[in-house]
Nanobody, 115 residues
Framework: QVQLVESGGDLVQPGGSLRLSCAAS????????MGWYRRAPGKERELVGL???????NYADSVKGRFTISRDNAKNTVDLQMNSLKPEDTAVYYC?????????WGQGTQVTVSS
């Protein structure tokens, strides 16, 4: 059974940076794509960004130019670098991985952007 474990969530001031990491229990080569979603208080879960097996990425418009997803195949990790954070980025962030017919989710890590 694949497990995804997120880390790095914290309280940060507006304009600050934070890096989230997602560690997979097995090889991430088995996933067609991986990425991050988030759920803000009172809102639906939304896509933050994805990274494909070949390295291509795509992002939600709300985070383009501020967030970057990267993957380390040797360490089986996928990271989310978040810069220029805004209060509206406050949410629980979930790691996500997909291979045909199966989606996997982490437990989530809380990011709070507040002064």
């Amino acid at each position: 059974q694949v497990q995804l474990v997120e880390s790095g969530g914290d309280l940060v001031q507006p304009g600050g940076s934070l890096r989230l990491s997602c560690a997979a229990s097995g090889s991430i080569f088995s996933f067609n794509h991986m990425g991050w979603y988030r759920r803000a208080p009172g809102k639906e879960r939304e896509l933050v960004g994805l990274i494909m097996l070949g390295g291509r990425t795509n992002y939600a418009d709300s985070v383009k130019g501020r967030f970057t997803i990267s993957r380390d195949n040797a360490k089986n990790t996928v990271d989310l670098q978040m810069n220029s954070l805004k209060p509206e980025d406050t949410a629980v962030y979930y790691c996500y991985a997909w291979k045909p017919d199966t989606a996997y989710w982490g437990q989530g890590t809380q990011v709070t952007v507040s002064s």
